[in-house]
């Protein structure tokens, strides 16, 4: 069964600190993304990669970073956190160009203490 | 860049009741999901559908692209279908390199 695996559930962080967030797919996708859930704000893009070393900021990139050193590894860092981005963090990834599905990873709800 | 609305924000139904979510976007579009989000919130995808029509046992959708709409109908509902339906869409043309964009979600509960 094809995944996107995302490496925490729940992870608690205190600010200041650097935050790592993994996001693995087995589907050979060219795209991935993030996006973070809020509650009455949906869904937002943060970043998206649609090619190895390759990244474009989304609608809201400030605070966060990206690596996608491998094709089906693409990493969310928060260099450092603050509680303003206490959040559900979800992963997703498609074939290129997005004319096909989305498969979302389980998530993962993030507090910043 | 796009808009996406989903209406109601909320429903609420008596379990074997029948419901038609709705989502409107202000541009053309070359990919349209339509997504249900657990209770522990995983999102599952339910349709790729930028035009026309599918069924996949008691839900079926319906795109109508040149009128900027999709429809989602579930049928003789269940508890299982609580949560939150999502649409979401990419932009035809540009550079949009496949971004999905959501709308805010129907809420949906049904009540045993």
């Known amino acids: 069964d094809v995944k996107v695996t995302q490496s925490s559930r729940y992870l608690v962080k205190r600010t200041g600190e650097k935050v790592f967030l993994e996001c693995v797919q087995d589907m050979d996708h060219e795209n991935m993304f993030w996006y973070r859930q809020d509650p009455g704000l949906g869904l937002r893009l943060i970043y998206f990669s649609y090619d190895v070393k390759m990244k474009e900021k989304g609608d809201i990139p400030e605070g966060y970073s990206v690596s996608r050193e491998k094709k089906e590894r693409f990493s969310l860092i928060l260099e450092s956190a603050s509680t303003n981005q206490t959040s559900m963090y979800l992963c997703?990834?498609?074939?290129?160009?997005?004319?096909?599905?989305?498969?979302f990873g389980s998530g993962t709800r993030l507090t910043v203490v | 860049g796009i808009q996406v609305e989903q209406s109601p924000p909320d429903l609420i139904l008596q379990e074997g009741a029948n419901s038609t979510l709705r989502c409107n976007f202000s541009?053309?579009?070359?990919?349209l999901q339509w997504f249900h989000q657990n209770p522990w919130g995983q999102l599952i995808n339910l349709f790729y559908i930028p035009s026309g029509t599918k069924q996949n046992g008691r839900l079926s959708a319906t795109t109508v692209a040149t009128e900027r709409y999709s429809l989602l109908y579930i049928s003789s509902s269940q508890t299982t279908d609580s949560g939150v339906y999502f649409c979401?869409?990419?932009?035809?043309?540009?550079?949009?390199?496949?971004?999905?964009?959501f709308g805010q979600g129907t809420i949906l509960t049904v009540h045993p």
């Open positions: 541009d053309s579009v070359n990919n």
């Open positions: 979401a869409v990419v932009n035809a043309g540009g550079t949009s390199y496949g971004k999905l964009t």
């Open positions: 997703a990834s498609s074939l290129w160009q997005g004319t096909y599905g989305y498969t």
